[in-house]
Each structure stands twice: as C-alpha cells, then as structure tokens.
C-alpha cells in the first residue's frame, strides 16, 4: 500500500502540471502513453520491441494519437486514417516477409490495440484542447467510478460482477461507484459546464460516461486474464502498467467525444 501512494504521489506532481500547461506538453504525454500501453500488448503477445511489427506498431499509433493539427501538411484528397492504413498494410505484408512467423493473428492484435489505445489517447488530446475543465471532467468521473467501486464493494459487495474475468469487483460496488461519479461529475459539470445539455442530460451522460469506463477496465481485464498475466505492466510500481491506469478513459473519451462534450 505505502508504495503505491508513493507511485500515485509522484505520477500525479508530474501529471497535473502537465495537464494544466496544456499544448505541446500534453501532444507529448499522450503520444508517449500511448507507446508505452502498446508495448505492453506486444509484450503480453510474447512479441520483441526491437521487432519490424513493433516498430511499424509504434509509429502508427504515434499517427492515431497524434492532434489533428499535425496533418495539415497533406493534400486535400488525403485523410489521414489513409496515413493510418498505410501502416496496417505493412503489418499486413510483413505476415508475409516473415513466412508467417508473423501471422495475420498477430497483425489483427496489433491493429485493434493501435486503435483501441490510440483514439483513446488521441481524444486525451482532443479533450485538453477544447479546456482543462472538459479533460478534468473525464478524468473525475473515471477517478470517483474507481474509488467509489472501491470503496463501497469493500464495504457491501456480495454479488459477483464478472467472476471469470475479474473476481473482486462486486454489482454491488459497480453500482455505488457509478452513483458516486455521477453526484460528483454532475456537481462539476454544474459548476463549470460545458457543451449544450440541460442538467438532466447531463446527469443522465456522466452515468452513461461511468458505466461505459467500467466496460474499459472489464475490457483490460479480460485482456489480462487471457494472456494470464496480472498487470499489464510494471511501470508503475503497484499500480502495474499503462493500460492498468488508463484502461477505463481509453473508452471513456470517444465516448464523450461521441456526445459532442470535447
């Protein structure tokens, strides 16, 4: 317990300033994440980071994440998913250079992990860009869902949620998480608002918002438990890996994006 506060302390002195500067900073951050939680499906699918799917990997999740802003360059009949492409195509052939030692399996994993972690981390993005408030709104809702599944299954959990993929989360701490997060995001989102919605609408999202990132962390799970490991990473000293920490906002942030809030 003592080192994961200690973990927690220090990823939050250098994260919120990061998140409060804003721009370049944040382009960064995300791109660099988002690299480090695709390593860690290339390593759980036993795959070298020195290998040619890594590298075509890396780079082309570097192109998902990356703000739009950066494709301006190209050529008007050009959108920049076709840039995206272009790196599954070499995935692709490299199932063929490699006489499938490298198999469209593996091609497929890799390709749904780009997209997967990287729209994630390309709204990150998006979400600081439209202000602080709407990524800090993301962010408490993941943050209250957590603690207060947490807490409250603790306290009154007696009924499994998924047992075969994560046997410690309870309904009972799911329910009272989301409840928790929707007191608090609506409370925030009173306060300093954003979007277009009514307070009924948007009390009605941030419940939306907070079961949708409980679906993230089942997902990371069952991603875990099929490779049989129990972090995704060790980057994070208790805590474990990248995709552990920010598994629930990779599917939160579309979300909300989806809604027009960022």
């Known amino acids: 317990m003592r080192q994961r506060v200690i973990t927690a302390v220090i990823a939050l002195i250098i994260f919120i300033p990061i998140i409060i500067a804003g721009g370049i900073w944040v382009d960064i951050a995300a791109i660099a994440l988002g690299v480090v939680a695709l390593s860690e499906v290339l390593i759980m699918r036993k795959k070298l980071l020195v290998s040619p799917e890594a590298w075509i990997s890396g780079i ?25 492409y272009l790196f599954v195509l070499l ?3 490299r199932t063929v250079v490699s006489k499938n030692r490298f198999s469209f399996d593996d091609a497929s994993v890799i390709t749904l992990s780009m997209l997967y972690i990287g729209i ?15 990524l800090l709104y993301a962010l408490f809702i993941v943050w ?47 306060f ?3 979007g277009h919605f009514s307070l009924g609408i948007m009390i009605l999202l941030t419940l939306i918002f907070s079961v949708v990132g409980q679906f993230g962390d089942l997902v ?7 490779y049989g490991v129990k972090d995704s ?4 000293p208790g805590h474990g890996g990248i995709l552990d920490r920010f598994d629930s906002l990779l599917l939160v942030l579309p979300v909300i994006h989806l809604f027009g809030l960022i």
Do not use: C, Q
């Not at 994630?120 to 709407?134: D, P, Q, S």
């Not at 990473?233 to 994070?236: A, E, F, Q, W, Y």
């Open 60 to 84: 082309g999740i570097i192109a998902v994440i990356a703000p739009n802003s950066w494709w301006d360059w190209l050529p008007s009949y050009l959108n920049p998913w076709y840039i995206v």
């Open 192 to 194: 300093y608002p954003i």
């Open 144 to 190: 209250t869902t957590d603690s207060g599944a947490y807490m409250i299954g603790r306290k009154l959990g007696r009924n499994k949620l998924a047992p075969h993929i994560s046997p410690n989360k309870t309904w009972e701490g799911s329910i009272g998480g989301s409840l928790v997060a929707t007191i608090v995001g609506s409370v925030f989102w009173y």
């Open 120 to 134: 994630g981390f390309h709204f990150f993005i998006e979400a600081r860009g439209v202000g602080l408030i709407a």
């Open 233 to 236: 990473g060790k980057i994070l």
């Open 220 to 226: 990371e799970s069952a991603l875990k438990r099929y």
């Open 91 to 93: 995935l692709l052939i």
